[in-house]
Structure formats: C-alpha cells, structure tokens
C-alpha cells in the first residue's frame, strides 16, 4: 500500500519536472518532495538494508555505511498527510494504548501492528528528543526481535559529553559493521562528511535569503524542510536539493518577489506543521500572512572534519535544542524572532507532546522579553479527528488583528 | 433455607433507586424504580417498601439484602456490598443466557463487561469520568431538539442513509453543534442517527478496550440508555452482531444483586 | 548531623552521595494538599505528569522546608527535565540536574561517574564540606541499613504482621525519605515487632510509577485485596540496597549500582535484559498473586507505552489486570473503590 504510494508519487513528480524544464516555474520544494519520494520508495522497497531511527540519529554516518536510515515519525508525518492514519491509530486503541501518547508514534505504532512498516535490519533508538519516542522504539524492536542500539544524548555541550557521544558513536559503526557484514569505508565516509559541509553551506545561503522581506518563500516550500533534509545529509542529492532552493530564493529576493503576495504579517512557527490536510496556511496566506521561519529550519552546528568527524557529529547533535535545557530553545526563538523580524509566533501544542509542549509557557515567557506575542494553538498534528478549523481559524485571525493593533499603536495610530 | 425467604437487590444510582426482590427459585416477584433525589436513604427505604408492597409481603418479611450502586455503602441492614460491575454481570445471564458480553449505559457512565456462563466477570472496562454518550448527554440532545427522550430511538428510522457526523463528544459542545445545525435547518431525523453513530463509536472503543472482535458474539445491553432502540441499533452495526436488550433493561444490577443475595444467604 | 535539606524528586536520586556532603535528602512528595494552588500548567502545561506538576506547585507555593538549600533533579524523562527547566531562576534553592543514561553498560557507567563526581563537587560547595570518600562509605551503609529497615517491614506487610499493613508502610517510607536517615532507623527499631491480622484478602500484585498516598493504600486493602508483592517508585523501588562498598572507587561503583537497581520503565533493559511486561509476570507469580494493579500516573509516556505488552503478557500468564490512571490527587480515589472491588470480586 505504501510502496506504490511512493512509487506514484517519484513518477508523478517526475514528470512535473520534466514539464518544468526551460520554464522560470520554481522547483526547488518538488525535488525536495521527489527526493523525499525516493527514500520512501527505498525504506519500503525492501531490497535495501534498513534501519528504524530516533529523530535524532546521524543519517549521513548511516547512509555511508550503506544503510537507508530515517525517523520513524516520519511514516506518521507521511499517514497524516495521506489521509491514512486514522485506522492506524483506531489500531493501537485497540490494543490498549492510551490516546494521552503522542500520535505520531501511536501511528508508526498502529502501522507497524498493520503490517504496514517495513521490517528493518536494525533500530538506532536516540534519548531526545523525548522519552515516548524512544519508548516507541522498544516497541518496535520488539516487535520485529530486532537489535536496536540505544544513543543517550545529555543535555550538556561540555568537552566530556562530546566525548562521550563520539564515543557512542564509534560504538554504533561497530553494531552496523556486524550487522551489515560490510566494514565502515573511511574514504566513504569523508566524501559523505565534505557533502554534509557543502549541504550545510549552502542551507545557511537558503536560510539567510529567507530572511528578506518580503520572504522568498512560497506557502509550502519550507514546509517539514529543516527536519527531513537531515534524511539526506551526507549525499550529493541533499547538495543538489539545497542548491536549488538557494538558487530559487536568489532569484526571488533579486527581483523583489514574495512568496506569499501582500505579504503584511510576518509569523513563526514552532515545532511542527500540521500534517493532515488543513484550511490553515490557506487561511494565512489569504489574511496576507507569511510564516516566514520555522523552529527547525536553522543550521545551529560547525563544519565537521571529514577526516574524524565523530566529535563534530556529536557537537552537531548536542546543538539541537530539543535535547537541551528550555534556555537554549528559548535563546534561539529569540534570535530567529529578530533576524526574521517576524510579528508573532504560533505555537501549536501538539496533543501528547511532553519535551516540546510541556515547555508552552516558558516559550511564550521567552517571546514576552523580546516583545514577540505567541499564539497556542491546542492541536494534534498527526489525527485529523479532534480537529475543529472553525475555533482554529478564529483564533488565529484574533491574533492577526491584535498583531495589527500593536502596529498601529506603535506606528502612532 | 425455608421457602419463604426472599432475596432483595438494590441499586442506588445516580437518577435511580432500582429494587428487585427474587424468591427461593431465583423467581423475580416484583421489582420497583424509585428516583434516587438528593435524599438516598428515603429512596433506598421507599423502593423496599414498594416492592414488598407489590410482592404482597409484610413490611418485616424476611429479605436477605444485597446493595451495589454507587450508594450502596448507604445501605444498612445489608448482607453484603457488591459493585454494580459483578451484579449486571449475574443479572444478565439471568435474564438471556450464553450472553458473554454486555454493554451497560446508564445515567452517567457506561461500562463494558466480558463473563462466562455462569455470569462470572472476566473482564471489565469502565468510562466514568466523561457524561458523553450516557443518559444524561441523551436527554441534553433531545432537549436541544425539541424532542422527547422517548422518541429518539424511532426518529432516526426516518433519517435517510445519513452524512451528518458530530465533531464533538462533549456533552456541553455537543449541545451547542445541536442547537446550530436545527437552527439551520438540518433534519432532526438526519441529527439522531448522526448522535447515535457518535454514541455507538464511543461504545466500540469502551468495548474494544476488553474484546477485541465481537463480531459472532452473545452481546446483551443494560442501562436506560439500552431502551433507545437507535441507540442499540448503531451499536450493533459498528460491533457487527446482534444485541439483544432485556425488558427493563435498568433493573438488571438490582436483580444481579438480588440473585447474588439468594447465593450468599443460601450457601 | 546535618540539620540542611537537599530536595529530590526521583528513587534514581543517589542519596548516599547527598548524605556524604552533608545534607539531609528530603523527599520532595507530591502532595495531596489541596490549598496549593494549580500554578504548574501556565509555566509548562497541563497535559503533563502530574508528580512534575505537583512538585512545581509547591516550590511555586513556598512549600518546602525552610532550610532546604538546593534540589537535585534527575533527567529521568522529558517531564524532569521540564521541571529542571521551569525551576532554574524560580526557587530560592538551588538545582543540580543529574544526566541519568537511559540504559546501563560500560559506557554509560563512565558517564554517570564523571556525572556522579560533578554532582559531589557541586553539593560540596553548597555545603563547604570537602568531598570525603569516608564520608560516602559510611553514608552508603547507612543508607542500606535503612533500605533493609523498610524490606523487612515491607515482609511484615505482606505477611500480615504489621498493624496498619500497606498504609502503615507507606507512611514509614514517606517519614524515612523526608528525615535523617538515622533518625528514620531508630524510628524504625522503636516500633512494636508483631502485630497486625494476618493474611487476609485476595493476593495482588501492584506495579507502576508513584503511589505515596497513604489513603491509596489503605483504600487498596479496604477493598478485599491484600498487597503480596509491590514494584512502585515510592514503595520497594524508593530504597533499594546498594550492597556493600568495594575497597576501590566509589563513584563508579555508585553509577553501576544506580542503573542495575530494579528499574523504573523509563530505562531500556540492556541487550538480553527483561523487559517490563516480563518483570511485572515474574513478579506477579513469585508472589502467588491472583491479579495485577498497575497505578500509573496519567501522562506518563515510559508506562503508558508499555502498558500493551504487559497486558498481553499478563493475558497469556492468565493473570487479569486492572489498570488505574492516578493524577496525585485523592479525588480520583472513590471511582478507583469500585474498580478495585470490582476486580476483587473478580477474582475471589
């Protein structure tokens, strides 16, 4: 059911591409999309070693190892979006798993219970971002009496953490070595670390262009970006898809062009997006609203040194702020909220989540010092079934207009 | 045990004060529902009287008596307390055996009851912190239509095959989503049959949470909610089986109590 | 003696470690009382473990010793570390946070030492004590004298011997996690050595996260069950002894007996290790339990998450199981009398 899905979806795009060719049409989101597409084509292809993740893992080490990695909510993300996942979650109601859980694992829990998730070689389990995802994945190792290797991940950045991780690090090499048969190729995995440079390089060029104002980017360009490219690091293709992004955008803000028109109002979002079919950003985009930045699409970490890239890997990883103290999330809100001089944030609470939501009002304590309003949206992300777009659409367009009322005020109305 | 001792079961619940009194055979003799009101031990006392009355007893007859309901610690004179979750579970087999599953709905809560056939509990799971989908949520709705309780379950026979679904369980919410759809115009036979598939969902989850196929399965209904025939109907359809309902489908804690009495005192 | 307070939130805490720097280890409970107001939700929010959400409240409230000078937390899940978050800049007191490994083997065991030493450092300059292996030494003996203490206690429970039984017990740990452990112990040498009804009531097994009300208890055995065997975090799993101290080091003896002690589900058990529904099973029949309770805190993703493979474990031991969702209240306690008489019934 999901193989062809994906399978549908890289020839769909592909032909969109090829019409696309020698017009001024952007393309930049559908090779994003395509690529995307490709992976799920070779997790759910089952001709490929695979291995089930933590959000936290390091694909790009995984996929120089020859193993096609990815975070398993990301088959939750890719359910919702499909308008597939209520019978998941009906699943794992079923069997006794309280709906106070966060659905994006209660729905990789109810496809795994389906048959529907493909049987990975091994599992790569990571501490944070939070405790129900790695509880998720003990199930799921179970589940398919699978290995899985645990990475605990601290929230320090000392020198010793580092260390530590790295450590970890080298010690999941060896667990893939066994299990692969195949050992790690350290040329490979320096061409795959200077690809992961050149990547990041290039994202803080898209990030930098999106700043303008107004914002290059269109409704849903940015849309899952930061998070998912993370699948593609360390391969030429994530170079190619941020190479494109940055070119588009370039060109965007070169000729003054918007990617949301009369764009008057300038928001972030945190977290995640709402996954499943929604009226919102259409909503937003009507009112001239432009979520201009999201939470995960920034580069917090260093260039790491291809030729002994384990501590840079785990520096990288320690820089997320879902694995930190609230401060360094809180730091980084403040610092996107200026350099994108946005109006206001949008927080939606997703229904379950502990490490994220649980910090909502430390968040919007964050965003008071610098004078920034928030906007708490209680949804779920993931199960469309709770959803009422009516209350949504209403509180969202009452903080458009205090927004606007601020200005006023400000600008001596 | 001489024959003419008699075994009595109350149920002191929320709106009612159920009493059934059941001879030395295990016969029921008489039965009688009295509104529980804000004073428990005037109803407990007025629903014994009455069945007494009805079975042409003296008032100091000898009865054995067991009470269940929430306010069965209220209950002096007793033999024994025994949660309504153990005496439906009697009741039931009584009344239809090979019954193996059974679906309470009553004012205020809902349970579901997996048993074996001697109406033994194997299972059990409760909702009752949430009023959607019981009794109360009912008569709500019925009010928000302009309609009697009553009537609800033979409204949505009328309904054509319906697309109106609720998007809210709450029964505060619910009311609201009501009243706005009446207001514009939406058939009360289509809002019905809309409430009463909400209803049936809620049950299956209930369900699911001890039995997790019941299609093929001896299903029984209890509670007040049980003579809202839409109600039972929905249900059935979602569970994929028939579901039989006892006549007086509220008394069936007290005679489970009532019969429970019979076994204790008779042992 | 020292008469300074350290505040802790979870069993994983090492508390010979407080002790040895001077500090008395005070069990910061969350607390039923009523007049504390619900602040918590506004600083994180309300979908959130309701122990975090309780111990926020207090220190919000100022309920806390007078001379309680720092609190140690333990990342153990995403809620601590919240609650690490929200209290950093909001308590008089202040917080050291502990980076417990969610599983154990060398690595992990390197890491909580060096851990285990900052932590030492840090509540030595609270106290002005130099660190003092002696010290330690001694305060780990203490303290297994007082874990023994409340086992053979715990045996007198179970047994039937203790007037009071489950609820008794617990206000016995709740007395000895909130006082100098020597005081606890000499408490407990005072008390009477027989007493109590014998066995009565129908065998359970109880497992789950907190349950330090002593009216939950009291409630549990009022309804016919009798406690046979226990695996909560503030009963059996609160004190658990360490054994006795190697001649050698002592921190990294101290991190490997922290992540072997009976687990809480929030760690992974070691490749091979049993998992919980295996644990709760073994439990169950090594007690000739009837039945299982499981008591776990609403929110409590660890728990909830494995909640399905307990109950079909549990399901093809034969052993029924009631699960009840408690929110550190006493208000949730009348709908968990008819639950918890219901399943007696079930099983008598």
Redesign the interface.
């Known amino acids: 059911m999901i193989l062809p899905y994906f399978e549908n979806l890289v020839s769909g795009i592909e032909t969109k591409l090829r019409d696309l060719e020698g017009t001024d049409e952007p393309r930049a989101r559908k090779r994003f999309a395509l690529e995307i597409a490709r992976l799920g084509v070779r997790l759910f292809g089952g001709r490929e070693p695979v291995a089930w993740c933590g959000v936290l893992a390091p694909f790009d080490l995984l996929s120089a190892m020859g193993v096609t990695s990815c975070f398993a909510e990301f088959v939750g993300a890719m359910l919702a979006s499909t308008g597939g996942v209520e019978p998941m979650l009906a699943a794992t109601e079923g069997t006794g798993y309280s709906t106070d859980g966060c659905s994006y694992h209660r729905a990789v829990t109810g496809a795994t219970q389906q048959g529907l998730m493909p049987r990975p070689d091994f599992l790569v389990a990571t501490s944070a971002p939070c405790t129900g995802g790695l509880a998720m994945m003990e199930n799921l190792a179970r589940h398919f009496d699978k290995e899985m290797f645990v990475i605990h991940i601290p929230t320090r950045d000392e020198p010793d953490v580092v260390g530590y991780l790295a450590g970890q690090l080298r010690e999941l090499v060896r667990f893939v070595e066994v299990r692969t048969g195949r050992p790690l190729d350290r040329r490979r995995l320096a061409e795959a670390m200077e690809r992961t440079n050149r990547t990041r390089e290039l994202l803080l060029e898209v990030y930098e262009l999106a700043r303008s104002r107004p914002s290059p980017a269109r409704r849903r360009d940015l849309f899952n970006f930061g998070l998912v490219v993370s699948l593609l690091l360390g391969t030429e293709t994530a170079v190619d898809v941020a190479r494109t992004y940055r070119d588009e955008f370039a060109r965007r803000v070169a000729a003054g062009v918007g990617g949301v028109p009369g764009e008057r109002v300038r928001l972030m979002w945190l977290q995640n997006r709402i996954q499943f079919r929604s009226p919102v950003e259409q909503l937003l985009e009507q009112a001239g609203v432009a979520v201009v930045v999201d939470e995960f699409n920034t580069v917090t970490w260093d260039s790491i040194d291809p030729d002994d890239p384990f501590e840079g890997i785990a520096r990288r990883t320690l820089s997320i702020p879902l694995c930190r103290p609230a401060q360094r999330r809180i730091d980084l809100l403040q610092r996107l909220a200026r350099d994108y001089q946005v109006d206001g944030v949008i927080n939606p609470c997703h229904w379950g989540c502990r490490q994220g939501t649980g910090m909502r009002g430390l968040v919007e304590e964050g965003m008071r010092q610098v004078g920034v309003p928030v906007l708490n949206l209680e949804v779920d992300c993931i199960d469309p079934r709770n959803f009422a777009p009516g209350q949504l659409v209403t509180r969202i367009e009452a903080f458009v207009e205090l927004i606007e009322d601020r200005r006023g005020a400000r600008d001596g109305g | 045990m001489a024959d003419d001792t008699h075994y009595l079961g109350v149920d002191i619940g929320s709106l009612s004060c159920d009493a059934v009194l059941v001879d030395a055979w295990g016969e029921v003799v008489a039965w009688a529902v009295v509104p529980t009101g804000a004073r428990n031990l005037e109803a407990i006392a007025s629903a014994r009287q009455q069945v007494l009355e009805r079975a042409g007893l003296d008032a100091n007859a000898p009865v054995s008596v067991v009470a269940t309901g929430y306010g069965r610690s209220r209950v002096e004179d007793r033999l024994a307390a025994v949660t309504e979750i153990t005496c439906h579970a009697r009741g039931i087999q009584a009344l239809l055996p090979g019954t193996t599953l059974l679906v309470d709905i009553g004012g205020q809560d809902s349970k579901a009851i997996l048993l074996d056939s001697k109406g033994r509990v194997v299972e059990f799971a409760m909702n009752d912190k949430c009023a959607a989908g019981t009794g109360r949520f009912l008569e709500a709705m019925a009010r928000a239509m302009q309609v009697e309780l009553q009537q609800l379950g033979e409204l949505d026979r009328l309904a054509r095959s319906g697309s109106l679904t609720l998007s809210s369980m709450c029964t505060v919410f619910a009311e609201s989503e009501v009243v706005s759809l009446v207001a514009d115009g939406a058939e009360v036979p289509q809002i019905v049959g809309a409430l009463h598939r909400a209803i049936a969902a809620r049950t299956q989850a209930l369900v699911r949470r001890v039995c997790p196929d019941t299609a093929a399965r001896a299903v029984a209904m209890s509670g007040g909610v049980a003579r809202n025939l839409g109600v039972v109907r929905a249900i059935g359809s979602l569970l994929g089986c028939e579901i039989a309902v006892p006549p007086e489908p509220d008394t069936v804690g007290a005679l489970g109590a009532a019969l429970i009495a019979r076994e204790r005192a008779g042992a | 003696m020292s008469t300074e307070r350290i505040g802790y939130t979870c069993a994983y805490t090492p508390l010979p470690l407080l002790h040895a720097a001077g500090f008395i280890p005070h069990r910061v409970l969350p607390t039923s009382a009523p007049q504390i107001p619900d602040l918590a939700?506004?600083?994180?929010?309300d979908?959130?473990?309701p122990h975090v959400k309780r111990v926020l409240d207090r220190v919000l409230a100022g309920d806390l010793p007078d001379d309680l000078t720092g609190l140690v937390i333990v990342?153990s899940?995403?809620?601590m570390?919240?609650l690490?978050?929200?209290l950093?800049g909001r308590s008089a007191a202040q917080v050291a946070?502990v980076?417990l490994?969610?599983?154990g083997g060398p690595?992990?065991v390197?890491?909580l030492t060096?851990e285990l030493e900052q932590l030492q450092t840090r509540l030595c300059a609270w106290s002005g004590l130099p660190p003092s292996e002696d010290r330690l030494r001694q305060s780990i003996a203490l303290y297994d004298e007082l874990a023994g203490a409340l086992d053979r206690l715990r045996e007198r429970a179970i047994d039937g011997r203790l007037d009071g039984g489950f609820g008794a017990l617990q206000a016995s740990v709740n007395r000895a996690v909130t006082r100098p452990p020597e005081e606890s112990l000499a408490e407990l040498r005072r008390m009477p050595q027989q007493g109590g009804q014998g066995r009565r009531g129908v065998p359970i097994y109880l497992f789950g996260n907190l349950l330090a009300d002593v009216e939950a208890l009291e409630l549990i055995e009022s309804c016919g069950a009798r406690v046979a065997g226990e695996d909560v975090c503030t009963g059996s799993r609160q004190l658990t002894g360490l054994g006795p101290a190697p001649d050698g080091p002592l921190l990294p003896w101290l991190a490997d007996r922290m992540l072997a002690r009976p687990p809480c589900?929030?760690t992974?058990p070691e490749?091979g290790g049993s998992?919980l529904a295996a644990l709760v099973v073994q439990g169950a029949r090594r007690c000739g339990a009837r039945g299982v309770v499981a008591h776990v805190l609403?929110?409590c993703?660890?728990y909830?998450?494995?909640?399905?493979?307990v109950?079909q474990a549990l399901r093809d031991a034969s052993l029924?199981l009631l699960v009840l969702e408690g929110d550190c209240t006493l208000r949730s306690l009348g709908?968990h009398r008819?639950?918890i008489?219901?399943f007696i019934?079930?099983l008598d």
């Open positions: 939700g506004a600083y994180l929010h979908n959130l473990c990342n899940c995403d809620a570390r919240r690490a978050d929200a950093v946070l980076e490994p969610v599983c690595a992990a390197e890491f060096i589900a929030r992974l490749r998992e609403k929110f993703d660890p909830l998450a494995r909640l399905p493979r109950r029924p709908q008819t639950r008489e219901a019934e079930m």
